[in-house]
Structures are given as structure tokens and as C-alpha cells.
């Protein structure tokens, strides 16, 4: 799976909601979740109670090391570096996903199992978890899971969290100033205005110099 074939198989869902963690803009997925409260003012258009509420949820810890880690790596296969744009990890993907999850709490579960069974996987091929094999292992189990309908039915859990996985990840990346720059979204700008056309002029009965 490269770039631009994971983006087309992402079909970019949104997530409902409109908050952007500032972490994930400045692109620091190392950043500690403290860090990020301590870094993070209140975003615009963010009423107070919001804003309370974001930094509260912004002190829980939900992933442990290793689930983020786990995380970290997922994303990036699903959202890789290249030549034009920088990677998941990079835009600040995997503190997002760990936003979400405290955010919506019914991401918890299919998340954490998730996890859980992509080390099982892994463990039962490999004799390691996930984080720990080569990319080829890597890539191996993530190839019978990120296609729905080509996956065997065995493998229907695993198909569920990788969609999971690579929505929250599209969503992620897209909102950052990363993900942004990639699409080549500027914004609304003024277009240039060289006055009344003379056919409108000439339409009233002007001839443009009166």
C-alpha cells in the first residue's frame, strides 16, 4: 500500500467533532500528554466550558507506551513519508488518537482490542508483537485486513479496527497543518478585480468611461 492508494481507500471520513489538538499542529507525536496541556491555549471558537473539558480530557493518560507505539507505527503505514508531505507521526496522528478515544469513549474498546488482537496475530505468525517485526511481517497482516472485501471472514475483527484505525488517522492528518498543506488547501482568498466587464457596461447603455 503506498500514499496515495492508502488515501484513496480512506474515502477521508470525519470524525464529529471540531476540535484540533494543538500538538497535532505543531506535528510533535512524541509530545507528552502534560506537555501538550501546558503548550496548548484555548483554540478559536472554543467556549470556556469546552476548553475546560479539552484540558481535563487532555490530563488522562488512555494508551499505554506500548499501545501508542503500536499506534505510532499504524499510522504511519497507513499515512507514510514521502516526497511531497511528511507522515502521520509527524502531523501528530497517534496524540489525536489518543484525544479521540478520551473524547468519544466508545472508540475505547474497538481500539484497545484492536490493538490487542493485531499482537495476538502477530504472536501466534512471528513469536513477536506487532511493534516488534520486520515491515515485511509487518505489512504482511496489514495487507489481509485493509482490504474488507477481499478478507477472509477469520479475519473480520481485524478488518474492523484497521477501518477504525484508518478513518481516525485520515481524520488526524487532514485537520493538521500538515495534512492541510498536503491537499493544497489555502483557504478562501479575494480574486483579483479589474472592474466591469465593457460587454456588462455596454448591456446598460455605458460605454465604460461615463
Known amino acids: 500500500m503506498n500514499r496515495r492508494e492508502s488515501i484513496k481507500a480512506i474515502g477521508l471520513t470525519t470524525v464529529g467533532t471540531g476540535l484540533l489538538l494543538e ?20 483554540l478559536p471558537g472554543v467556549q470556556e466550558f469546552e476548553h475546560a473539558r479539552n484540558t481535563e480530557l487532555n ?10 507505539a503500536t499506534i505510532t507505527v499504524l499510522a504511519d503505514i497507513i499515512i ?7 507522515s502521520a507521526s509527524k502531523a501528530g496522528v497517534p496524540a489525536f488518537i489518543e484525544f479521540m ?5 466508545d472508540y475505547k474498546l474497538p481500539m484497545r482490542g484492536g490493538l490487542k488482537w493485531l499482537d495476538v496475530q502477530c504472536l501466534k505468525r512471528f513469536n513477536k508483537p506487532f ?6 511481517d ?20 481485524g478488518v474492523a479496527f484497521f477501518s477504525l484505525m484508518r478513518n481516525l488517522t485520515a481524520s488526524g492528518f487532514f485537520t493538521s497543518e500538515i495534512g492541510v498543506k498536503d491537499i493544497g488547501y489555502v483557504g478562501n482568498r479575494p ?10 457596461w455596454r448591456q446598460y447603455g455605458f460605454t465604460g468611461n461615463d
Request: with cysteine.
Open 80 to 86: 507514510p513519508k514521502d516526497d511531497f508531505s511528511e
Open 138 to 157: 509487518r505489512l504482511t497482516l496489514i495487507d489481509e485486513i485493509a482490504y474488507p472485501l477481499k478478507a477472509r471472514p477469520e479475519m473480520q475483527q
Open 131 to 136: 511493534v516488534e517485526c520486520s515491515e515485511r
Open 191 to 200: 480574486g483579483p478585480w479589474d472592474g466591469v466587464p465593457e460587454d456588462v
Open 101 to 105: 478515544v478520551k473524547d468519544i469513549p
Open 59 to 68: 490530563k488522562e493518560r488512555f494508551f499505554s507506551e506500548h499501545e501508542m
Open 23 to 42: 500538538s497535532c499542529r505543531q506535528g510533535d507525536a512524541n509530545k507528552t500528554v502534560e506537555e501538550s496541556v501546558q503548550n496548548s491555549g484555548k
